[in-house]
């Protein structure tokens, strides 16, 4: 079975500031790995994934997320923040041998403030 | 080309009452997924539909829940008899082909609440 475990529920940050948002997972098995973003009242934005090759995603809106196998993490970072970055954010793995279903931790609130 | 549709946004259903959520999937897209996330919990896996066919329901409670895609018109996820339980933000995505690489489009959800 996998399972994806985001510990920071809330993460707070002042507009400009780095941020890194944690996601660590276990899997008897190799597993993709997608961030998604939810900004209130909205459905799910995909903002990055990890297939294969290169371990340094980059996403949209600026953000990246590095894999690391050792380590079973794949953290989410942005080196300046917006307000408009306030929203919560998912980590999810998807097995490489099911091509549909996606297992998603419990979510972070990024929470930008000026 | 317009995103996941799902409607209503928000329903009220007193206990013991019928759910209908409904989900069109995005043009060209024949694979809806739906997906439950309770307070405080990230989205769980319910189950997965092609057009007339039920791929993987074993994220579907055993009981009372029910899910359709018909040839025609949007997916609807049903509940029957709710409970307070149940009540959460449903969400449907779609796809237009069952391949890894391809992303899962989500709606912007339904949120249940059952008094």
């Known amino acids: 079975a996998q399972s994806v475990t985001q510990l920071d529920s809330q993460v707070p940050v002042f507009e400009e500031a780095p941020v890194e948002l944690r996601c660590n997972y276990s899997s008897s098995v190799s597993v993709y790995l997608f961030w998604y973003v939810q900004y209130p009242n909205q459905g799910l934005q995909l903002l990055l994934k990890y297939l294969s090759g290169s371990t340094l995603v980059k996403g949209i809106n600026g953000f990246e997320a590095e894999f690391n196998k050792s380590q079973t993490s794949f953290h989410l970072r942005k080196p300046s923040v917006h307000i408009s970055d306030t929203a919560e954010y998912f980590c999810a793995v998807r097995r490489m041998d099911s091509s549909y279903k996606l297992i998603f931790g419990s979510g972070t609130r990024l929470l930008v403030r000026p | 080309n317009a995103g996941v549709m799902q409607n209503p946004r928000h329903l009220v259903r007193r206990r013991g009452q019928e759910a209908r959520l409904r989900c069109s999937p995005m043009?060209?897209?024949?694979?809806v997924y739906w997906y439950r996330q309770l307070p405080e919990e990230g989205l769980k896996f319910m189950v997965y539909l092609q057009k007339e066919n039920i791929i993987d329901e074993s994220g579907m409670p055993k009981e009372r829940f029910s899910a359709e895609f018909p040839k025609e018109g949007p997916s609807i996820l049903r509940i029957q008899q709710v409970v307070r339980g149940d009540s959460a933000a449903y969400f449907c995505?779609?796809?237009?082909?069952?391949?890894?690489?391809?992303?899962?489009?989500f709606g912007p959800g339904t949120r249940l609440t059952v008094l």
């Open positions: 043009k060209g897209h024949s694979h």
């Open positions: 995505a779609s796809s237009p082909e069952d391949r890894f690489y391809n992303e899962q489009f």
